[in-house]
């Protein structure tokens, strides 16, 4: 009997230890910028999707491209139209692994340094990345943050002889996302 | 005669000067479209909206992306921070929690969402973004009264 409620409570204990492991938001901001000696051109996304499961690791996101707003109408236009071709790719994915995840405390506030690694895709091209950031710990929640390039040309991105001046060949991503423990 | 020819080309450059002037305003410098007063291509039922993306996304995508369409369903929540404000129509729940609509509301329109009780019957209009899996999004959105 005492073997059975062992069992039991165990059962229990892994089961809640499961449901702990994951942090989600569906508010997350990606933040795009490109530079060059002709002009600054940023967007930004705020309804970005993202899940990082604590024990393995796993970290995931989801974008729509539609959902990135720039300040001039006619640059979002052309982005979805002409580069992304967000009616044909309507989402970008990054799944991945904080491959150092045991190294991060989930209990213990601080910031903590991570080595993010999976495949990104965009417009249905899938590239490996390996790229640096930070998770921070406070009062229960996880804040991720990483700033990196992307080469546009890796993802078959052209940019036309017309703006080549305007449009730099490798874009800033930063991401910035708020956690939270996945309430069941 | 070379008068004339001064009085051509001079005219040729005003004209010049005026179209650069108005490609800048009205196509480089487009305004974004007004979404508040934009009219809806669609008007459609949160459930059924959110089954047409899980059953068939690139159908679904299809019709509704890109598009300003109606949503009528049960506010569930709004979800609020400095940068925006979202009101929630939850539809079901998956391994990540709810999963259903999500409206970014318009600036001039939060205060009115706001004020809404959650299990209010609302129609909302909105800029359809896509399916990502697990919610329909919609940006620059409204309540339609």
Do not use: W
């Amino acid at each position: 009997m005492k073997q059975l409620t062992a069992l039991f409570l165990l059962t229990i204990l892994s089961l809640a230890s499961v449901n702990a492991q994951k942090y989600i938001t569906k508010n997350g901001h990606i933040r795009f910028f490109s530079t060059t000696p002709m002009e600054d051109i940023e967007a930004h996304n705020r309804q970005v999707n993202s899940a990082l499961d604590q024990q393995t690791g796993e970290f995931v996101f989801r974008v729509l491209m539609k959902s990135f707003q720039f300040e001039k109408a006619l640059m979002q236009e052309h982005f979805n139209e002409n580069y992304v071709e967000s009616d044909k790719f309507p989402n970008a994915t990054f799944t991945g692994k904080v491959s150092n995840i045991n190294d991060v405390p989930f209990d213990k506030n601080g910031v903590y340094p991570v080595n993010v690694e999976g495949d990104l895709t965009i417009k249905g091209i899938t590239k490996k990345i390996s790229e640096k950031g930070t998770l921070e710990i406070r009062e229960g929640k996880v804040y991720g943050k990483s700033t990196f390039n992307v080469l546009l040309a890796d993802y078959g991105i052209k940019v036309p002889a017309a703006v080549a001046n305007n449009i730099a060949r490798s874009i800033q991503i930063d991401v910035d996302v708020t956690l939270e423990k996945l309430a069941k | 005669m070379k008068r004339k020819l001064f009085i051509a080309a001079g005219a040729l450059a005003l004209v010049g000067l005026i179209a650069g002037i108005l490609v800048y305003f009205f196509v480089y410098n487009k305004p974004h479209k007004d979404y508040l007063k934009a009219e809806p291509e669609f008007t459609v039922e949160a459930l059924a909206l959110f089954e047409e993306f899980r059953a068939d996304q690139a159908a679904a995508s299809a019709m509704y992306n890109g598009k300003v369409i109606a949503v009528t369903g049960a506010l569930t929540s709004v979800e609020q921070n400095d940068s925006f404000t979202v009101a929630v129509f939850e539809i079901d729940e998956g391994m990540f929690g709810s999963e259903g609509i999500r409206f970014t509301m318009l600036p001039e329109s939060k205060d009115k969402i706001i004020s809404q009780a959650p299990g209010t019957t609302l129609t909302i209009k909105g800029f359809c973004t896509g399916y990502n899996e697990t919610d329909v999004i919609l940006e620059h959105c409204s309540l339609v009264e």
